[in-house]
């Protein structure tokens, strides 16, 4: 069983509300299985935050408004908008997403909400409302293909689901993911030094291709220098060298990544 530590009380009382939905459907007077299917696509008021558990777990929840048409029984034909947070486990690719949807169906309108589980980029649970008949309940497995960027394909609403996964929801804590350090800085003897990279006092920066033969023309390992790296696609890249003790000079890079040293 796949877990993820992240707490999520709307699924709990969505999970509530199904049941009790489904205590009133025993004294219904009739009962009959209808089917649907349904895609839909993001909207542009979609919101999305990343966060890390303390396990280390890449966690990142997303709430959005899908739309686009559903097919099938009269009750689940029509326009179909589906309000959706997803809370994802990006390391395991497990998680849950649950909302709320409606059918603007010819009859009326069929709605209620939905609880699922999301196991490598497929959902599969449970959906309970009304249908767009006066006085008539729904109660239905739905299963889709689901990624927060594109919505939901292939879904279903009742007819077979896909494979449905367990998940558990803990109460471990999610902090924010940390901005990248922009800048850091070095002073100390060279511990390591080729064409592509130098190391002081355990602050790594790549040297840009264009001041590669001048850092190492003007320098090697042992000697004491200072230097100051910046953040450029995601790589510490050297932007200054200079020499302590050796009178050396400086030389001259472009922008990258942090490391040690100080960071600002």
Known sequence: MRKLTYAIVAVVALAVTSIAVAHGIEGAKSAKAVTGTFT?????????????????????VTDG?????????????GAITLRARSVINMTDNVGVVSGRFSIAATGGTTEGAYATVYDHGTIA???AGRASQPDTKLL???SATFAAA????????????AAGTAVELGPGSCQAAQAPVDKSEASGAISALSTTSITVDSLTCAIPAANSADVNAKFKMGDNVEVKCALVGGVNTLTKIEGKDNNKGDGHGGHGGGGGGKKH
């Open 40 to 60: 839909a696509a993001p909207g542009s008021t979609s919101t999305s935050q990343t966060c890390t558990t303390a396990d280390g777990k890449t966690i990142v």
């Open 65 to 77: 408004q899908y739309t686009g048409v559903s097919a099938g029984d009269p009750d689940f034909t």
């Open 125 to 127: 649970g449970l959906a």
């Open 140 to 142: 239905a497995n739905v």
């Open 150 to 161: 594109t919505g939901f394909t292939g879904g279903k609403i009742g007819g077979g689901t």
